[in-house]
Each structure stands twice: as structure tokens, then as C-alpha cells.
T-cell receptor, first 110, second 113 residues
Framework: DAKTTQPPSMDCAEGRAANLPCNHS???????VYWYRQIHSQGPQYIIH???NNETNEMASLIITEDRKSSTLILPHATLRDTAVYYC???????????FGAGTTVTVRA | GAGVSQSPRYKVAKRGQDVALRCDPI?????LFWYQQALGQGPEFLTY????????KSGLPSDRFFAERPEGSVSTLKIQRTQQEDSAVYLC???????????FGPGTRLTVT
């Protein structure tokens, strides 16, 4: 039973912002939204996570809607090295495992 | 600092052979996880250790799969009598404690011929 829905693929232009959507309409009040990405031939890499408030770090920003049923990961200035599969994961505070879906394949084009 | 390392990076096994995949987690990380990633799919959870204790092995696909972490550091995933459907990338991850961010190794790509 998938907890998140993401588009299978998207393209974006180098230097532009990339906005990656994720739907999680059945999220519970204490569940977090996590984002990981996986560059080709590498293991997944943690990007960011949030509960209710918007979050920003050196890699990206996470915008969570007020009803928490969806979120958007923003890569502010996409580079070719951001080409990867991006996974949106809903995770409870005591969940130890990560449940990956199929993710979104993001291709950054020059 | 050093991240999670896995060896070998690539392994080709003939059907029926036994294989052992090694994971060196980040020093001091209590939790260790194994995931299996089939081609074109997201990683799937296999098993979880807290120190040397295997607390969850619900994701292991069959009794041919066995994992250990005897001293609470290095872990080995062993697959006995490999089958073609075992072909996948096996990823190891570690975290400071179980609900924190997980740091992944590069994976071992296993091909069973």
C-alpha cells in the first residue's frame, strides 16, 4: 500500500529551479515527509525531512501544504549533477525502515 | 569522514553458489540496515540490526538469506544456493539511532548466471 504518489519522470533546465511534487493524502499527524535521492550507481542520499513547517537546508527546500496531504521538494538552481531518482517517503517517528516507492526520475538538461 | 563501505562492489555467481556481502557502517552508528534493489525499482527493506541484535528480518525473501553483525559493527549478508531472482543491488545503510537519517553505501551488484 503506497503511502506516496510521485510523477514517474520530469525534466528541468540547468540553472532553473526544479519543483518535485509528492502526494501523501493518508499521512498521519505524527508522520514525517522525507526526501532521498539516488544518483546512478550510488546508494540513496538523504536530502531533507519535515513534519509541518517548511524546511530548508544547503541542498533543497521542502514545502508542505497546510493540510499536509502533499509536499514539494525544491532544488533552487538545478545542476547536471542533480540528475537522479528522487524518493518521497512518509515515515512515522518510530519507524526504523524506509519504504521507498518508484520515485521520480529527474533529468537536468544543459 | 568515512562513509558506509560495501564489498565487493560487483559479484557474479553461478546459480547454486553461496555468496557473502560485507558492509562496514559509519563508526559509532548503532543501527544497520540491508535493502535489496531490483533493476528499475526502489530499494526494499530486508533486515535491521541494533548493535549486534537483529531486531527485524521480516524482509528477507527466503531462508536462503541470512545476515549477521556479531560485534555490532561490520555486517555480512549471506545468500545460500543463489537463484537468478536474487540478482539485484544489495544496499547497506547505517544510522546513529534507528529513526535518524540513514547513510547508504554504494551497494553490491549481484548477478546470478
Amino acid at each position: 500500500d503506497a503511502k506516496t504518489t510521485q510523477p514517474p519522470s520530469m525534466d528541468c533546465a540547468e540553472g532553473r529551479a526544479a519543483n518535485l511534487p509528492c502526494n501523501h493524502s493518508t499521512i498521519s499527524g505524527n508522520e514525517y515527509v522525507y526526501w532521498y535521492r539516488q544518483i546512478h550507481s550510488q546508494g540513496p542520499q538523504y536530502i531533507i525531512h519535515g513534519l509541518k513547517n517548511n524546511e530548508t537546508n544547503e541542498m533543497a527546500s521542502l514545502i508542505i501544504t497546510e493540510d499536509r496531504k502533499s509536499s514539494t521538494l525544491i532544488l533552487p538552481h538545478a545542476t547536471l549533477r542533480d540528475t537522479a531518482v528522487y524518493y518521497c517517503i512518509v515515515r512515522g517517528p518510530n519507524d526504523y525502515k524506509l519504504s521507498f516507492g518508484a520515485g521520480t526520475t529527474v533529468t537536468v538538461r544543459a | 569522514g568515512a562513509g558506509v563501505s560495501q564489498s565487493p562492489r560487483y559479484k557474479v555467481a553461478k546459480r547454486g553458489q553461496d555468496v557473502a556481502l560485507r558492509c562496514d557502517p559509519i563508526s559509532g552508528h548503532v543501527s544497520l540496515f540491508w535493502y535489496q534493489q531490483a533493476l528499475g525499482q526502489g530499494p526494499e527493506f530486508l533486515t535491521y540490526f541494533q548493535n549486534e541484535a537483529q531486531l527485524d528480518k521480516s524482509g528477507l525473501p527466503s531462508d536462503r538469506f541470512f545476515a549477521e553483525r556479531p560485534e555490532g559493527s561490520v555486517s555480512t549478508l549471506k545468500i545460500q544456493r543463489t537463484q537468478q531472482e536474487d540478482s539485484a543491488v544489495y544496499l547497506c545503510a547505517s544510522s546513529l539511532v534507528d529513526s535518524y537519517e540513514q547513510y547508504f553505501g554504494p551497494g553490491t551488484r549481484l548477478t546470478v548466471t
